[in-house]
């Protein structure tokens, strides 16, 4: 079975810390997605990436950037985190077959604190 | 744009009985899939079902069904003869035809008492 791996599943942080959240999928993947997770707000998609070395915006990118150097890992980073950030961040990956509405497979989230 | 609406925050369930979970999307797409989404304490997406829009017959997993009304842009889950293991959060979620984006509701909480 597919399997997404958060790097931690808890995170203690400053404000004004740069943070890395990070993300491995072992199943060979072309999309991989990272979600903010808020009460009330549901899931909202922050970046996105196709393919190695690129990236789309989501709906909340701010404040907020990715890297995909290997097709395995999706990297979020919080370049100067700030306690609006405090959330949980779900990374997801797909297999990329357009039209095929394919299920995304989930890690297990990252709950992030900013102090 | 599309939006996903879940307009229950929370529901309730006796052992055994069934309930329904509502939710209404809103897009100007024709083809397009819907997903429900339970996530448990564990925090672990799992998926529950997936709609077609253009299958008019409404999907099935053993005690999950959805009642699936394309022109009222209705995705309703139900749950039958719910379990103690179905208590969770769960979260409606829209993806138009040709990306992987998915969009996702604001999630129903649903509890289940013995």
């Known amino acids: 079975d597919v399997k997404v791996t958060q790097s931690s599943r808890y995170l203690v942080k400053r404000t004004g810390e740069k943070v890395f959240l990070e993300c491995v999928q072992d199943?060979?993947?072309?999309?991989m997605f990272w979600y903010r997770q808020d009460p009330g707000l549901g899931l909202r998609l922050i970046y996105f990436?196709?393919?190695?070395?690129?990236?789309e915006k989501g709906d909340i990118p701010e404040g907020y950037s990715v890297s995909r150097e290997k097709k395995e890992r999706f990297s979020l980073i919080l370049e100067s985190a700030s306690t609006n950030q405090t959330s949980m961040y779900l990374c997801?990956?797909?297999?990329?077959?357009f039209g095929t509405g394919e299920k995304l497979f989930f890690g297990s989230g990252t709950q992030l604190s900013v102090l | 744009a599309q939006t996903v609406t879940q307009s229950q925050p929370e529901m309730s369930v006796q052992e055994a009985e069934t309930v329904t979970l509502s939710c209404t999307y809103d897009?100007?797409?024709?083809?397009?899939?819907l997903f429900w989404y339970k996530q448990p304490p564990s925090r672990q997406m799992i998926l529950v079902i997936r709609?077609?829009?253009?299958?008019?017959q409404n999907a099935t997993e053993n005690r999950f069904s959805v009642n699936f009304q394309k022109a009222a842009k209705s995705f309703s889950l139900k749950i039958s003869d719910s379990q103690l293991g179905d208590a969770a959060m769960y979260f409606c979620a829209y993806r138009t035809y040709n990306t992987d984006k998915l969009i996702f509701g604001t999630g129903t909480r649903l509890q289940v008492f013995p």
């Open positions: 199943m060979d993947h072309e999309n």
């Open positions: 997801a990956s797909s297999l990329g077959v």
């Open positions: 897009t100007s797409e024709s083809d397009y899939y």
């Open positions: 709609q077609e829009a253009y299958k008019q």
């Open positions: 990436s196709y393919d190695v070395k690129m990236k």
